[in-house]
């Protein structure tokens, strides 16, 4: 009788331990627990020290003060005494030896309380000097343990985006601040990777996409030369084109929208004013075969960016006011300023009403008012998102408002 052969076994799960293995006595590891535990006991201990020994030297100095004989004594006769003191007051002369007594004992007791307030002060005093002296090196003691968290602050704010190639690359001894900059180099290391593939993925594609819609347009374009051609294949190949244009449209914006993710890293003086005339002129045109008025006055507003993307965010906005505007006496207004340390871009248009709930909506690709992924002869549905992902790119924003009475208000803010 053949018997049934066992399932196979589940292999092991893999497992990643970024951790570094232990010794044989990890008690004995330079933690900052560890470090922090010995410094602040230490001070505390050193502190304690001196404290102590200062308030010994004053309070012997306060014995020797409180035990001082205050008087002199001249001669003695019979029951009768003659002294001289210059700190008591009630001792001098010939006195009684009970009044005598009597007079010692209220001295002496009104000048161990002198000696007691002053040894009281002094140790305040002490404690004082010493609480400062303990709290300023204190303060220094842990800015110097904590430093490579800055070191780790600072390289993630320069990293943040830009450039990718900075590591902290952090010595000292293996704590927990080591082990966190560790960790953050190799999340560094992985993070390059990824986006140097991403990178080289947008060139590969951008090769592959680009090169056959081009030759389908060569293709198109020398059929559509042919004045023998039928009437219809020259319709059909201007559909055609038109849907290659389209195509072509579609991947320039997606290839765009995948470069202006990243922060820029090569900056330049970019004048605000000079980029949207030059997007207004390309506009110009459309503009006035459908009858909408472009106007605004462009102050100058320098910025540190990408002339070519943020032309691109001028183009994309006026493009858009211009084709989702009113039938008849619609305008456009683009104006620039700089203010409070910013540039700001400013484009109105009239158009059709844009509830408020639907303005965030706008900017997600592929997106129009109250559709989504539909055919248009005014895009392909990427202006907006572009448009956001190079204003974030340049360290700034853009924001849409709805207008009264329909149309929109993007205000795009970019850092000086």
């Given at each position: 009788m053949a018997t049934t052969p066992a399932p196979p076994t589940a292999p092991p799960k893999p497992t990643w331990d970024p951790g570094q293995p232990e010794g044989p006595f990890p008690w004995l590891r330079p933690?900052?627990?560890?470090?922090?535990?010995?410094?602040?006991?230490?001070?505390?201990?050193?502190?304690?020290?001196?404290?102590?020994?200062?308030?010994?030297?004053?309070?012997?100095?306060?014995?020797?003060?409180?035990?001082?004989?205050p008087f002199q004594i001249v001669s003695v006769s019979g029951q009768k005494i003659v002294v001289s003191s210059p700190t008591c007051p009630g001792v001098g002369g010939e006195q009684p030896l009970e009044q005598f007594y009597a007079a010692i004992q209220s001295c002496m007791l009104e000048q161990r309380r002198h000696a007691l307030d002053d040894l009281l002060s002094r140790s305040l005093m002490a404690l004082l000097g010493l609480s400062i002296i303990a709290f300023a090196f204190g303060y220094a003691m842990a800015g110097r343990v904590l430093s490579?968290?800055?070191?780790?602050?600072?390289?993630?704010?320069?990293?943040v985006g830009s450039d990718l190639t900075r590591r902290i690359e952090l010595d000292g001894p293996d704590d927990e601040l080591k082990e966190l900059a560790d960790t953050f180099d190799e999340m560094l290391d992985r993070l390059e990777r990824a986006?140097?593939?991403?990178?080289?993925?947008?060139?590969?594609?951008?090769?592959?996409?680009?090169?056959?819609?081009?030759?389908?347009?060569?293709?198109?374009?020398?059929?559509?030369?042919?004045?023998?051609?039928?009437?219809?294949?020259?319709?059909l190949g201007k559909t055609l084109l038109a849907t290659n244009e389209r195509s072509e449209q579609l991947v320039e914006g997606l290839l765009l929208l995948a470069r202006s993710e990243n922060q820029i890293v090569e900056?330049?003086?970019?004048?605000?004013?000079?980029?949207?005339?030059?997007?207004?002129?390309?506009?110009?045109?459309?503009?006035?075969?459908?009858?909408?008025?472009?106007?605004?006055?462009?102050?100058?507003?320098?910025?540190?960016?990408?002339?070519?993307?943020?032309?691109?965010?001028a183009l994309n906005l006026v493009q858009n006011a211009v084709r989702y505007n009113v039938p008849e006496g619609g305008w456009v207004e683009v104006t620039t300023e700089a203010q409070h340390g910013q540039a700001v871009l400013l484009v109105s248009n009239t158009g059709p009403v844009v509830p408020a709930y639907e303005v965030d909506n706008l900017f997600e690709p592929f997106r129009r008012l109250r559709t989504e992924r539909?055919?248009?002869?005014?895009?392909?549905?990427?202006?907006?998102?572009?448009?956001?992902?190079?204003?974030?790119?340049?360290?700034?924003?853009?924001?849409?408002?709805?207008?009264?009475g329909g149309g929109l208000v993007m205000r795009v803010t970019l850092p000086c």
């Amino acid at each position: 009788m053949a018997t049934t052969p066992a399932p196979p076994t589940a292999p092991p799960k893999p497992t990643w331990d970024p951790g570094q293995p232990e010794g044989p006595f990890p008690w004995l590891r330079p933690t900052i627990r560890i470090r922090l535990t010995l410094l602040y006991g230490g001070m505390f201990l050193i502190a304690g020290i001196l404290l102590l020994s200062i308030i010994y030297l004053l309070a012997a100095q306060a014995l020797r003060q409180g035990n001082a004989l205050p008087f002199q004594i001249v001669s003695v006769s019979g029951q009768k005494i003659v002294v001289s003191s210059p700190t008591c007051p009630g001792v001098g002369g010939e006195q009684p030896l009970e009044q005598f007594y009597a007079a010692i004992q209220s001295c002496m007791l009104e000048q161990r309380r002198h000696a007691l307030d002053d040894l009281l002060s002094r140790s305040l005093m002490a404690l004082l000097g010493l609480s400062i002296i303990a709290f300023a090196f204190g303060y220094a003691m842990a800015g110097r343990v904590l430093s490579p968290l800055g070191k780790i602050t600072r390289t993630a704010r320069r990293v943040v985006g830009s450039d990718l190639t900075r590591r902290i690359e952090l010595d000292g001894p293996d704590d927990e601040l080591k082990e966190l900059a560790d960790t953050f180099d190799e999340m560094l290391d992985r993070l390059e990777r990824a986006f140097t593939a991403q990178q080289r993925f947008v060139a590969n594609a951008s090769h592959e996409l680009r090169t056959p819609l081009a030759i389908n347009r060569t293709l198109l374009e020398v059929h559509l030369s042919d004045p023998g051609a039928p009437v219809e294949l020259q319709q059909l190949g201007k559909t055609l084109l038109a849907t290659n244009e389209r195509s072509e449209q579609l991947v320039e914006g997606l290839l765009l929208l995948a470069r202006s993710e990243n922060q820029i890293v090569e900056r330049k003086p970019v004048d605000l004013a000079e980029v949207a005339s030059r997007a207004v002129d390309q506009v110009r045109g459309e503009a006035e075969a459908k009858g909408v008025e472009i106007r605004g006055e462009r102050g100058p507003a320098v910025v540190q960016g990408n002339g070519v993307l943020l032309e691109r965010i001028a183009l994309n906005l006026v493009q858009n006011a211009v084709r989702y505007n009113v039938p008849e006496g619609g305008w456009v207004e683009v104006t620039t300023e700089a203010q409070h340390g910013q540039a700001v871009l400013l484009v109105s248009n009239t158009g059709p009403v844009v509830p408020a709930y639907e303005v965030d909506n706008l900017f997600e690709p592929f997106r129009r008012l109250r559709t989504e992924r539909t055919g248009s002869d005014k895009g392909v549905g990427l202006g907006l998102s572009i448009a956001r992902s190079v204003a974030r790119a340049h360290g700034g924003r853009i924001q849409a408002t709805p207008r009264e009475g329909g149309g929109l208000v993007m205000r795009v803010t970019l850092p000086c």
